[in-house]
T-cell receptor, first 114, second 112 residues
Framework: ETGVTQSPTHLIKTRGQQVTLRCSSQ?????VSWYQQALGQGPQFIFQ???????GRGNFPPRFSGLQFPNYSSELNVNALELDDSALYLCASSQESSYNSPLHFGNGTRLTVT | GENVEQHPSTLSVQEGDSAVIKCTYS??????FPWYKQELGKRPQLIIDIRSNVGEKKDQRIAVTLNKTAKHFSLHITETQPEDSAIYFC???????????FGQGTRLTINP
């Protein structure tokens, strides 16, 4: 069984730039959720993708966008990067989009915005 | 919206002793409560979860209790071992919401 994989592991960007983070879901999982984890904090929900469509969104501005592909992999795009976007970005997959379907996380992408 | 408070933020116990981490939630409609363990530089891993139709669930040295009336739930780790050292997060979710709302985390240190 292949777990959730994310790329890249680390990334350094300059304020104002754009970034794309990638996630491959665990085999057998059709739902992908993205979370932002600031240093010393719990993960915060960005959005979820199910059947290639956004299926719920947290309190993040529109410059955070995403995609899900037919193979259930996903991308997180962030435009006009701000210093506060520096964080660990976690992707999690689940078997279903149900609220109580256990999430399986990837190791995350550490984004630093300077 | 839902708010989850977690205490304590840091906890240090002697190896072999028990550790208890507590969380409270604000939305009475929440009915799914997972706990995640995150070791330094690693992914959060689900260690146990509980649904609102039960009051307690155990898995070897780990147990979770839920008090829906008081809107709080707790993680209990017995016979702690050095490998239990990590950050633990509680979370809550409800039907119709695709997201988990996480607590702020507890850094647990097991002293040999």
């Amino acid at each position: 069984e292949t777990g959730v994989t994310q790329s890249p592991t680390h990334l350094i960007k300059t304020r104002g730039q754009q970034v794309t983070l990638r996630c491959s879901s665990q085999s057998g999982h059709n739902t992908v959720s993205w979370y932002q984890q600031a240093l010393g904090q719990g993960p915060q929900f960005i959005f979820q993708y199910y059947r290639e469509e956004e299926n719920g969104r947290g309190n993040f501005p529109p410059r955070f966008s995403g995609l899900q592909f037919p193979n259930y992999s996903s991308e997180l795009n962030v435009n006009a990067l701000e210093l506060d976007d520096s964080a660990l970005y976690l992707c999690a997959s689940s078997q279903e989009s149900s609220y109580n379907s256990p999430l399986h996380f990837g190791n995350g992408t550490r984004l630093t915005v300077t | 919206g839902e708010n989850v408070e977690q205490h304590p933020s840091t906890l240090s116990v002697q190896e072999g002793d028990s550790a208890v981490i507590k969380c409270t939630y604000s939305d009475s409609a929440s009915n799914y409560f997972p706990w995640y363990k995150q070791e330094l530089g690693k992914r959060p891993q689900l260690i146990i979860d509980i649904r609102s139709n039960v009051g307690e669930k155990k898995d070897q040295r780990i147990a979770v209790t839920l008090n829906k009336t008081a809107k709080h739930f707790s993680l209990h780790i017995t016979e702690t071992q050095p490998e239990d050292s990590a950050i633990y997060f509680c979370a809550a979710s409800k039907a119709g919401a695709q997201k988990l709302v996480f607590g702020q985390g507890t850094r647990l240190t097991i002293n040999p």
